[in-house]
């Protein structure tokens, strides 16, 4: 079956500008997760969505950064007044459940932001 | 200390030969693991995932778990020059938090 989906896959915006990542998960996944990895770095973790569930923000740099998922399905990351330290490769992940079995995640391609 | 561990390599092995490669975890609570497989420009892959101590077989790959030791371990049998890329390792945590620690991840180079 299809597999998590991103778009756009490039993003270039000048500092200062709002933008909107979207992800659309494996069909059947109760868990979105969101990711990011800078040149040279790992990845790291941002927020993560299970069901219903308050989401856990744990990982969200700054208050510029936030997340919704509607309808359990698609995802938004949203970055407002984005500065150059923000680009960066931004992952999806999904899982079939957060428990011990089916958390096994898997990643969309990613879009590339590129912060002018 | 970080929380997860690898090294960044390049770990550099002949065409056919055995690739070794580790991951140390500081989290005792941790209880499921993961190895992803990187190429360049691409997002990472999922090829092998353990959660209970021992070894865990699927084709050419083999994890090992140590939770005594914190140790994780991805040997890919009959390396091929396709296989070079950076593996990385990733560990979730204890219930509760699912979200996955990545290490830096050890790039593997087969040479043909």
């Known amino acids: 079956g299809a597999g998590v989906s991103q778009s756009p896959s490039n993003k270039v915006t000048e500092k200062g500008k709002d933008v909107e990542l979207r992800c659309d998960p494996i069909?059947?996944?109760?868990?979105l997760y969101w990711y990011r990895q800078s040149l040279g770095q790992g990845l790291e973790f941002l927020i993560y969505?299970?069901?219903?569930?308050?989401?856990?923000k744990s990982g969200l740099p700054s208050d510029r950064f936030s997340a919704e998922r509607t309808g359990g399905s698609v995802s938004t990351l949203t970055i407002q007044r984005t500065q150059q330290e923000d680009s960066a490769v931004y992952l999806c992940a999904s899982s079939l459940s957060t428990g011990l079995a089916g958390n096994e995640q898997f990643f969309g391609p990613g879009t590339r932001l590129t912060v002018l | 200390q970080k929380e997860v561990e690898q090294n960044s390599g390049p770990l550099s092995v002949p065409e056919g030969a055995i690739a070794s490669l580790n991951c140390t975890y500081s989290d005792r609570g941790s209880q499921s693991f993961f190895w992803y497989r990187q190429y360049s420009g691409k997002s990472p892959e999922l090829i092998m995932f353990?959660?209970?101590?021992g070894d865990k077989e699927d084709g050419r790959f083999t994890a090992q778990l140590n939770k005594a030791s914190q140790y994780v371990s991805l040997l890919i049998r009959d390396s091929q020059p396709s296989d070079s890329a950076t593996y990385l390792c990733a560990v979730n945590g204890a219930a509760g938090r699912r979200a996955l620690t990545f290490g830096s991840g050890t790039r593997l180079q087969v040479q043909p």
């Open positions: 069909s059947g996944h109760t868990a």
């Open positions: 969505f299970q069901g219903n569930s308050a989401p856990d």
């Open positions: 353990i959660y209970s101590n």
